[in-house]
């Protein structure tokens, strides 16, 4: 753990040392009394928490909480992604939430297999714990959000609850919308990101297919809201290696990785 992640109610309460939290600071960091270690409130600060005792007899550690920093917040990037394997989710909720993705859109896509959907690993409490594990793992105590969708139309329906006409004119608002392709894509990932970045800030919707790609009908849904189609060379990815490299793409040009 690169840091102790707690609850508004926890941060103010010792922690028993059945909890993984008090295993790793007493079994893998060696902590006494008197010593400190990384901690945070989940969506909120990030601070050092002083141990002033641990009691042996109630097997609990208690501590002294002091809020140092903003706790590393999300980046405007927020990506829809084609819903993937069940151990390629595992995979991907940990690494969005480590690369600070603040939205994360799973849908169901055409050429997606359905039964995904159903994975006891999409279900709301398995996905908070695996985006819990990436945040600890960036030191972060800010987690993504989390949104499933049954196709890519309600997707982008739903996105940010904005109407499809609301959504075409989301680039002259400073939103910028990519589409990963790489079937026939209007230009390279670092060539749309680039330019519109240079200009100011601005918010990045992403969107990744599942493992079979995009349909043409999705492809034109996509395009018709706004998205330009953009490629990363010509070797094919997983879902999740793509949404992974596509994100340290963008976020570099954010200037986020500088």
């Not at 550690?61 to 819903?83: E, H, Q, S, Y």
């Not at 994975?119 to 985006?131: F, T």
């Not at 940010?160 to 608002?173: G, H, Q, W």
């Not at 949404?243 to 570099?252: D, F, K, M, P």
Request: glycine share 8%; charged share 25%.
């Amino acid at each position: 753990m690169n840091i102790c992640l707690f609850s508004e109610q926890e941060i103010n309460s010792p922690l028993d040392f059945a909890d993984e939290r008090a295993e790793h600071i007493i079994k893998i960091l060696h902590k006494k009394e008197g010593e400190t270690f990384t901690a945070g409130i989940i969506g909120g600060q990030s601070g050092v928490a002083l141990i002033t005792k641990i009691d042996e007899a109630a097997r609990q550690i208690f501590f002294d909480f002091t809020a140092t920093g903003d706790g590393k917040p999300l980046n405007p990037l927020k990506m829809i992604v084609g819903f993937p394997r069940p151990i390629q989710l595992r995979r991907l909720l940990r690494d969005v939430a480590a690369l600070g993705v603040c939205e994360l859109h799973l849908t169901g896509t055409e050429l997606g297999e359905k039964s995904y959907m159903q994975s006891d690993l999409a279900k709301p409490e398995k996905v908070r714990e695996l985006l819990l594990e990436g945040t600890v793992q960036a030191g972060s105590t800010h987690v993504p959000e989390v949104f499933v969708h049954k196709s890519l139309k309600e997707c982008l329906e739903s996105l940010r609850s904005l109407s499809f006409d609301k959504l075409r004119n989301r680039r002259a608002e400073g939103q910028t919308l990519i589409c990963l392709d790489n079937v026939n894509p209007a230009c390279s990932l670092a060539q749309a990101v680039v330019p519109e970045l240079v200009e100011g800030p601005c918010d990045i919707v992403a969107a990744i297919g599942s493992e079979r790609g995009w349909t043409d009908k999705e492809r034109a849904l996509l395009e018709e809201v706004g998205f330009i189609r953009c490629g990363m060379g010509p070797r094919i990815m997983r879902t999740e290696t793509a949404a992974t490299v596509a994100g340290a793409i963008i976020l570099n040009a954010m200037g986020v990785l500088n």
